[in-house]
Each structure stands twice: as C-alpha cells, then as structure tokens.
C-alpha cells in the first residue's frame, strides 16, 4: 500500500461498530497532519466536535498497517 503524505486526504472504511458511528459523524475523509514511523495523525475534514457554537476538528491517529478499527485509501 502506497504510504500517504502530509497533506494527503484519505478515505477511512470502518471496522468496528465505534469507527463507523465516528464516520458518521465526522465523514470519510480525514487528512493526514503527521506521519509517525507506524501511525498516521488524522484531522476530520468539517468541524464537527466540541460544543454547538465552538465546533473544531476532530483528530485521531490510526496504524498504517492492521488498524483494528479502519482501513484507508489514499
């Protein structure tokens, strides 16, 4: 699998009942902030957490390979 980029947008897929209600809140396409040695750092693409008029990003970081709760596509 093609390793992403700082910047790259990525489409997550669900493996667990907690990832898929995460993507329903926050969509499929995270973009890539860091890239660790094994995980990547994600921030959601619409500011979707926090209280109604202080909304912010969501962030998360997920394995590159074996993630036990999404699978990615550049």
Known sequence: ???????DWIKLY???NSAQTRIDINGHYWVVETLLEEHLKLRSSEKTFGPPK?????????????DPNYEWML
Request: charged share 35%.
């Open 14 to 16: 669900p493996k667990s």
């Open 1 to 7: 699998m093609k390793k992403p980029k700082v910047g």
């Open 54 to 66: 202080q909304k912010r990003y969501d962030g998360m970081i997920i394995w590159l390979e074996n």
